[in-house]
């Protein structure tokens, strides 16, 4: 209860939490709230690190989410959580560490925690990407520690829409219009009475308006769709209630409607990244593909927010084709492939890049390769030579009849070493291209399917490619992750224990997320 519900350590002191435990079972010892946070905690925040960290060395890659919060005791704190694909095609995510940030938030002291947090999970060298927001000491940060740094989708859609609507000055207007008619019904026992006695007579779902929050732009299309299907209901009960002066004109309500039209786009391709065990990277380019053609019609059609949306996205996404990042995850979702890009001689460049890659890893396994067979000659030649030595003059000669042609040591050994490098070599090189034309030739799948079980099946038939996929499509698109554990963290740095040392805080977010309850 106190890791997976994050309820307050003292609990086990409290009254009416004795005496439920002594009804269930008045042999048990309630443990101690010091034994809990000295003992039971700490060696169960061990046990369960060694398992995640034994999970992660299996990984061929990771990519990490950080973003950096303030707790109500306003101690800032940084949270980074690690993703990648299994060996059975699954997406994991994990909590990795929220370290107290007790210096200033510049870029050299975040680089420095990061560090530390990947060379104490012994990750520094898997690490394939890290997604963090758009604040300057963030991606300065990422890039000192020469990762690379990928964009929180999620948050440049979110200032595309701030900067949309702060372009659109007669929506601003209509915006606070709109928040004091929610204050105004918030604030007002009499103004909630009147409006639920309004829309039981006219046969409204009696929904409470919904305040727009400035921290999060959804907030503003929740509380203009809430408005809008009460449009009548709020009409009336301001009226009743003397308040006509609140009330939004026919030009507003259409202004309200078109603004609804616009944002609805932007909230659906919010919510389709910020998964968490799906693949989410490669839909950014799609998306943003969508995003602009809707815009740009609703544009035509004369709604203002949407042009002003549609000019914000041209501006941000003009080269996002050409970020190889979203671009390869993109082909290699058997979704997508190559049908979504707009640049056809792009989506070469990507082939080739991708090809390279397969070739230095076909490279590297066959550089093993080779030093294991040269090892095994030189044993079967040495083995060779004792047996000649040993053996007698008549059994010499015909085992040297009989293996001539297969032996792997003596004469031929310089000769069989270079054939084998070479044709090592070779394999490398056409094994990529192969790999590449036969998943060229694949059909695309449905969208609503997993592109991880596509590439689960067929592991086997594209064993460079796969290894590729599963680097690429392990990346997340969003901070979101990072950004969830805020709100655990708020439930954890209670009023109740505002008191609470950095690594408690640590140790309880990182059980909540990572503790697996059979």
């Known amino acids: 209860m106190i890791v997976k519900d994050l309820q307050p350590v003292s609990m086990v002191e409290d009254q009416g939490f004795r005496h439920f435990m002594k009804v269930v079972d008045p042999r048990y010892q309630i ?30 890659s990771l990519v990490l989410t950080s973003d950096m919060w303030t707790a109500r005791t306003t101690e800032a704190y940084l949270t980074v959580t690690g993703h990648f694909i299994d060996k059975d095609w699954q997406m994991q995510s994990c909590n990795l560490a929220t370290y107290h940030v007790a210096v200033q938030h510049t870029a050299d002291n975040i680089c420095e925690l990061l560090t530390k947090i990947t060379d104490e999970w012994s990750i520094s060298c898997k690490i394939h990407a890290v997604v963090t927001d758009n604040g300057a000491n963030m991606v300065s940060a990422v890039r000192k520690t020469c990762w690379k740094h990928i964009p929180c989708f999620s948050h440049t859609l979110n200032l595309i829409v701030k900067d949309s609507i702060k372009a659109d000055t007669s ?11 929610v204050r105004f019904f918030h604030h007002s026992t009499k103004a909630t009475d009147k409006l639920k006695e309004v829309q039981s007579q006219l046969r409204f779902p009696q929904h409470r308006l919904i305040q727009a929050v ?7 299309l929740y509380m203009l769709e809430r408005l809008h299907e009460q449009q009548q209901a709020v009409t009336t009960a301001l009226c009743l209630l003397g308040r006509t002066t609140l009330c939004l004109n026919e030009g507003e309500w259409s202004h309200i409607s ?19 065990h799906y693949v989410t990277i490669s839909k950014v380019i799609p998306l943003v593909s969508l995003l602009q053609r809707a815009t740009s019609s609703a544009g035509q059609r004369g709604n203002s927010l949407a042009s002003q949306l549609s000019a914000q996205c041209r501006r941000r996404f003009q080269n996002i084709e050409h970020n190889h990042t979203l671009a390869a995850s993109t082909f290699l979702d058997i979704r997508f492939k190559n049908i979504v890009f707009c640049d056809t001689g792009n989506v070469e460049m990507i082939k080739s890049r991708i090809i390279s890659e397969m070739q230095a890893l076909g490279s590297c396994e066959c550089q093993a390769t080779s030093s294991e067979a040269s090892a095994t000659a030189s044993t079967n030649s040495m083995t060779a030579t004792m047996s000649l030595t040993q053996g007698s003059p008549a059994a010499n000669t015909e085992s040297s009849d009989a293996k001539c042609s297969t032996s792997k040591g003596g004469l031929w050994q310089e000769f069989d070493t270079r054939v084998m490098a070479s044709q090592s070599s070779r394999t490398a090189n056409t094994d990529a291209y192969t790999e590449m034309r036969r998943y060229m030739e694949e059909k695309v799948i449905q969208r609503s399917e997993d592109p991880l079980l596509w590439w689960k099946k067929n592991e086997n038939a594209f064993p460079l490619l796969g290894k590729v996929a599963k680097r690429y499509l392990g990346t997340v698109a969003t901070s979101v992750p990072a950004e969830r554990l805020f709100s655990k963290a708020g439930e954890t740095i209670s009023q109740k224990r505002n008191w609470l040392k950095a690594e408690n805080v640590n140790m309880l977010l990182f059980l909540n997320t990572n503790l697996k309850l059979e």
């Open 214 to 220: 400035d921290t999060r732009w959804n907030s503003v």
């Open 171 to 181: 929506l601003e207007s209509i915006l606070e219009k709109c928040g004091a008619i």
């Open 258 to 276: 078109q603004a609804i039209e616009a944002l609805r786009p932007f909230e659906e391709a919010t919510k389709e990244v910020s998964a968490e």
């Open 31 to 60: 443990p101690s709230r010091k034994s809990l946070m000295t003992g039971e905690i700490p060696k169960l925040y061990e046990q369960v690190k060694k398992t995640l960290k034994d999970s992660i060395q299996s990984a061929g």
